[in-house]
């Protein structure tokens, strides 16, 4: 069921969730875009100024709850804010970045875009980087097909 925009809190949402309330007009926010299925609004703890969170209307707490058109959909705005930093906010970029669970401060999925500029500060992913042990690597690698296709494919 799509949400309808006149009617507030509908359809797939929950009257607890802070971007729930967001994306219903409930809660005020500093929006950037809105449409039928997404709200993108500033984060009110911006990594750097113009840090833009995108979220789906309906109430999905992590990315894997999402079906293909959802996030089809969200990507593609994801994409027009992307766009849309650089222009105007003299960025030379952006970080894009969706958390699961770990670090997901609302429960309900968003992602960041954060303009980016060249010398700003912010260094790699955040934490320290890692190396694989010597034929680590590919049973890494081997786990996570298994995980997606399934054992010897």
Request: charged share 25%; with cysteine.
């Amino acid at each position: 069921m799509d949400h309808d925009l006149s009617s507030g809190l509908a359809g797939d949402t929950d009257p607890s969730c802070a971007f729930c309330r967001v994306a219903a007009g409930a809660d005020d926010a500093h929006v950037v875009w809105a449409d039928e299925h997404v709200v993108a609004f500033l984060d009110r703890a911006p990594l750097f100024k113009g840090h833009v969170l995108v979220v789906p209307r309906r109430h999905r707490v992590v990315l894997d709850d999402l079906d293909d058109d959802e996030v089809a959909v969200l990507f593609g705005r994801v994409r027009r804010v992307v766009a849309a930093v650089p222009v105007a906010l003299d960025a030379h970029g952006t970080f894009v970045a969706v958390n699961n669970v770990v670090s997901q401060s609302v429960a309900h999925v968003h992602v960041h875009v954060v303009p980016r500029r060249r010398k700003d500060g912010l260094r790699g992913f955040f934490w320290p980087r890692q190396r694989y042990a010597e034929g680590e690597a590919a049973a890494f690698a081997a786990r996570l097909r298994d995980a997606l296709v399934g054992p010897g494919t």
